[in-house]
């Protein structure tokens, strides 16, 4: 088993948020276990870095990990009507949340990622 411990990962994602005027999202780097237990980085990201949507739409996997999503409650009032219809709504995250605002990507890994774990898209 592994374990792994974040400190508060919630309050330096707000803290980022809030100190960073005009920032709509911030996400970060994770760890991957893959079949439950080989871990390796899902990103190496080297430094925190501002992001667009170019950024997002130039990556040619996830951009970033789901459980590293950490918004302003603003986001939600301009994702389209049709959101909550489709099959997946992390990319879809990533893209609206530009339409108020850039994102902040941290170079820290605060969350794990499960990778193809049963019941999983």
Known sequence: MIIIQYGNKLQLQHDMLECN????????????????????????????????????????????????????????DVLPSWFCSAPVGDLLIELYSQKIGFGLYLEGKYSVYRYMSFGSW
């Open 21 to 76: 005027p005009g920032c709509s999202i911030v996400v970060h780097n994770a760890y991957v276990i893959e079949e439950g237990r080989r871990m390796r980085e899902f990103k190496i990201v080297e430094r925190d870095f501002e992001f667009r949507e170019s950024n997002i739409l130039d990556e040619l996997g996830q951009f970033s990990p789901t459980a590293s999503y950490f918004f302003k409650k603003d986001v939600l």
